[in-house]
T-cell receptor, first 114, second 115 residues
């Protein structure tokens, strides 16, 4: 059973601080990794994608990937109250027949406190 | 900015009835998906679709479900005989590429309530 695991939270972060979210995945052959933000009652919104080991930065967001450890993380710098949401880690399929199937973690709820 | 749209936003139906959920993917995208999210649970993959064919489907996507691209813009999910456990948010997504490196963009969802 392929799994994507995240701490459910809530992760309470003071405004202006760094939020650090973690995700592990079980399928060693997974190729691509995505972070989605989901506000309550809304749909997932893509905020980051990462395919290679290392860091990828986009504005206040940094994604980190370590395929050897099967670990992907998301840092949110200068956290704002509008960052309060559930962050979903998603992993794409391994084989050419499974290119479209995103497997999601349960999400980490982030609460940014003023 | 292009976006995926879905209608209706909320659908209430009686158990055993047929429902059709509609989606308009981003215009230059060729790969389409349906996911669902039961309240308080993970987002779950249902089906992927390309070139008027199902590419992959999950165990959830049984004979009660079907998908169709009836014209050049719409992508539909049909549930033939709804069950109570079909109550969920249904999300349509689309992507420009059909590789593992495909960024999928989600629509706002249809909340399906089966009574």
């Amino acid at each position: 059973q392929k799994e994507v695991e995240q701490n459910s939270g809530p992760l309470s972060v003071p405004e202006g601080a760094i939020a650090s979210l973690n995700c592990t995945y079980s399928d060693r052959g997974s190729q691509s990794f995505f972070w989605y933000r989901q506000y309550s009652g809304k749909s997932p919104e893509l905020i980051m994608s990462i395919y290679s080991n290392g860091d990828k930065e986009d504005g206040r967001f940094t994604a980190q990937l370590n395929k050897a450890s099967q670990y992907v993380s998301l840092l949110i710098r200068d956290s704002q109250p509008s960052d309060s949401a559930t962050y979903l880690c998603a992993v794409n399929g391994v084989t050419t027949d499974s290119w479209g199937k995103l497997q999601f973690g349960a999400g980490t709820q982030v609460v940014v406190t003023p | 900015e292009p976006e995926v749209t879905q209608t209706p936003s909320h659908q209430v139906t009686q158990m055993g009835q047929e429902v059709i959920l509609r989606c308009v993917p981003i215009s230059n995208h060729l790969y389409f998906y349906w996911y669902r999210q039961i309240l308080g649970q993970k987002v779950e993959f249902l089906v992927s679709f390309y070139n008027n064919e199902i590419s992959e489907k999950s165990e959830i996507f049984d004979d009660q479900f079907s998908v169709e691209r009836p014209d050049g813009s719409n992508f539909t999910l049909k549930i033939r005989s709804t069950k109570l456990e079909d109550s969920a948010m249904y999300f349509c997504a689309s992507s420009a590429r059909g590789t593992a490196y495909n960024e999928q963009f989600f629509g706002p969802g249809t909340r399906l309530t089966v009574l």
